[in-house]
């Protein structure tokens, strides 16, 4: 078995798609409207980053579901980029809009590790390679 992919549900795909390419330089694979809701997919490397519309969560969990908000306290999974230059990568990501969490700082094992939320109030952590 091996890591395929994650999916992120958000209420306009196609901004979210716009805000992961200007904030952390990744490029789309695709967008394509499937009717009742959107689904893309960036590059990332060996694994997959995808958001589909929350039109869809609605469909697939019917029981309900707690979405992310920038507003709320964010969910507890973060998805993580890696980068030689987190200061860098970090200051372009709030360029873009996302909201910092943690400047760059070195950890005792040796990465230095940032911390912004997106536009939707998804973790996401940048990490020396």
Known sequence: ?????TVIWVDDV???????EKA??????????MGQFTWAEIETGS????FSSTSE???????????????QSPSLIQISFITPDVGSAYMRAIG??????????????????ARVRD????????VSG
């Open 1 to 5: 078995m091996k890591f395929g992919y």
């Open 14 to 20: 196609v901004k979210t798609v716009e805000f992961y």
């Open 24 to 33: 952390f330089g990744l490029v789309r694979r695709t967008i394509q409207d």
């Open 47 to 50: 694994t997959t980053l995808a």
């Open 57 to 71: 969560a609605q469909k697939l969990f019917p029981g309900g579901f707690h979405p992310n908000h920038p507003t």
């Open 96 to 113: 873009a809009g996302a909201k910092a969490l943690n400047a760059p700082i070195a950890q005792p094992w040796g990465q230095t590790i």
């Open 119 to 126: 536009l939707n109030g998804v973790l996401v952590s940048l």
